[in-house]
């Protein structure tokens, strides 16, 4: 019998602190919640191997930079994001929310593999084998089911030896939060053990040469136990983001160690899995109501990516002491701030009004350059007066009702122009010495107040 007290500790994850059981607080530096269970190194051991095998400092010049070796996945736009193709023996954690197509794309991902004749495993510790039969047979994955083996298990030591049997050219581990090891005794899916587990196959992935998708779900309470706690451990993280109520989902690289992390893949949840989307624009704005109020478009960057989502307001009169502002698929905070200074700076009463935001098709948009289209969305709202319907916009707005650049303007006008705008409004800085093809006109605008003269929001 093993005595498992004497192998593991209780580690604080605020000040590092080891307790030999679990205490609710830290008695070192008081943190609430924050002792993890991990499994203690024989350091004496260790240092004598580390000894053994330790390398010895040699020229930067001198080392040969070497071929990383990369295998196109078979899906475009998952190959671009991890920066021109699956490395060997890299470990990717792909994160998102329950339901958003994580499997989904992993299999499509496996059967692409196995089509060009490599061998692909993958661990199911959430579905049995059946189910992931069925869902490949809905992808439509006949013809290449035959190289991909399926694996029940939950058992991370357990995964670790079928790789080294095996050697796989790729493996995909579903979920990583069902894995557990035996070194510890926590329960599956706790920090100690997701950890734990993910620390095993990347040893694992690094000896064998075999590339690991750890698939990992984002957890309700945020960072607890869920894909965060692995960031620094894998080689690149992709996020597959999206509303499971939308068709389209957006795959961004939040880390990679071996590409950049600007690129972005857009997809869509169809009847027989995720089919890549070519041209975003058209997707986002399929369904944009032509002269109705409340409406802008916005050239925002995906990545390094243009892409032109369309911002929604409504502004209705509220019944409420303390009237709502709700802001979806925008930062609350950033919405809340764009409208006092809507308020202050342009004297447009809000204050007894209720405002709704939201970005049509379930994405999130993060970049401040959506300012001037959250603002011309809400005074269209406001005014009850649409925005003409070839009119892009784009900008940052301050504190002062002033209008500032943003990077990239002549992607963004490129990419207006492509999708069939003919005006783009846009910060003034960035208008200068910007060339608009003809019959496009570039306006600038320095402030707040021209920004509603040239919309004829006034
Ligand atoms: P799934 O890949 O199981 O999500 P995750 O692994 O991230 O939890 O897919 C979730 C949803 O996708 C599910 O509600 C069903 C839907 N779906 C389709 O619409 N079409 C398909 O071809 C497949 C396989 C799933
Ligand atoms: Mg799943």
């Known amino acids: 019998m093993v005595d498992k007290a004497a192998r593991t500790a209780f580690v604080c994850q605020q000040c590092a602190h080891a307790a030999p059981r679990w205490l609710g607080q830290c008695p070192a530096c008081?943190?609430?919640?924050?002792?993890?269970?991990?499994?203690?190194?024989?350091?004496?051991r260790r240092s004598a191997r580390s000894a053994q095998a330790s390398a010895a400092p040699r020229p930067l010049v001198a080392v040969a930079a070497g071929e990383t070796l990369r295998r196109s996945t078979g899906l475009g736009e998952l190959d671009g994001v991890l920066g021109g193709g699956?490395?060997?023996?890299?470990?990717?954690?792909?994160?998102?929310?329950?339901?958003?197509?994580?499997?989904?794309?992993?299999?499509?991902?496996?059967?692409?593999?196995?089509?060009?004749?490599?061998?692909?495993?993958?661990?199911?510790?959430?579905e049995s084998p059946e189910q992931v039969r069925l869902r490949a047979e809905r992808l439509g994955m006949a013809d290449?089911?035959?190289?991909?083996?399926?694996?029940?298990?939950?058992?991370?030591?357990?995964?670790?030896?079928?790789?080294?049997?095996?050697?796989?050219?790729?493996?995909?581990?579903d979920s990583i939060q069902t894995l557990h090891t035996a070194t510890?005794?926590?329960?599956?899916?706790?920090?100690?053990?997701?950890?734990?587990?993910a620390a095993l196959l990347v040893t694992c992935a690094k000896a064998t040469g075999v590339a690991c998708f750890l698939i990992g779900h984002?957890?309700?309470?945020?960072?607890?136990?869920?894909?965060r706690v692995l960031e620094h451990l894998v080689d690149t993280v992709l996020y597959f983001e999206g509303d499971s109520g939308h068709a389209l989902r957006v795959l961004r690289a939040v880390k990679n160690r071996f590409g950049s992390t600007n690129e972005v893949a857009v997809f869509e949840m169809g009847e027989s899995g995720l089919v890549e989307v070519r041209n975003p624009s058209a997707a986002f704005l399929a369904e944009r109501p032509a002269g109705a109020p409340g409406s802008a478009v916005l050239a925002t960057l995906e990545g390094s990516r243009p892409v032109l989502?369309?911002?929604?307001?409504?502004?209705?009169?509220?019944?409420?002491?303390?009237?709502?502002?709700?802001?979806?698929?925008?930062?609350?905070?950033?919405?809340?701030?764009?409208?006092a200074v809507l308020e202050k700076r342009l004297g447009m009463p809000l204050h007894d009004q209720d405002v709704f935001l939201n970005v049509a098709g379930g994405v999130h948009v993060a970049e401040p350059a959506a300012d001037l289209a959250v603002v011309a969305a809400a005074a269209s709202s406001a005014r009850g007066r649409a925005l003409d319907a070839d009119v892009a916009v784009w900008g940052e707005v301050g504190l002062t009702g002033e209008v500032r650049a943003v990077g990239r303007a002549d992607v963004r006008l490129r990419e207006a122009v492509r999708q069939g705008f003919r005006r783009c409004v846009l910060p003034a800085t960035n208008a200068r010495g910007l060339d608009a093809p003809d019959g496009v006109t570039a306006e600038g605008v320095a402030s707040l107040d021209q920004l509603l003269d040239v919309l004829g929001l006034r």
């Open 218 to 227: 984002v957890t309700k309470e945020g960072a607890i136990a869920g894909p």
């Open 309 to 339: 989502v369309e911002i929604q307001a409504l502004v209705s009169r509220s019944g409420l002491a303390l009237p709502r502002r709700t802001a979806i698929g925008l930062d609350a905070g950033r919405v809340a701030l764009l409208l």
């Open 144 to 173: 290449g089911i035959g190289d991909v083996q399926v694996l029940p298990e939950t058992a991370a030591e357990a995964v670790v030896e079928q790789l080294e049997r095996l050697r796989p050219a790729a493996v995909v581990v």
């Open 184 to 197: 510890l005794g926590s329960a599956p899916g706790s920090v100690g053990q997701v950890r734990e587990a």
């Open 30 to 44: 008081g943190a609430w919640n924050a002792l993890v269970e991990e499994a203690v190194r024989d350091t004496r």
């Open 86 to 126: 699956l490395v060997q023996g890299s470990v990717v954690l792909l994160a998102g929310d329950p339901g958003i197509g994580k499997s989904t794309l992993a299999l499509q991902a496996c059967g692409a593999l196995a089509r060009q004749g490599l061998p692909v495993l993958y661990v199911a510790g959430e």
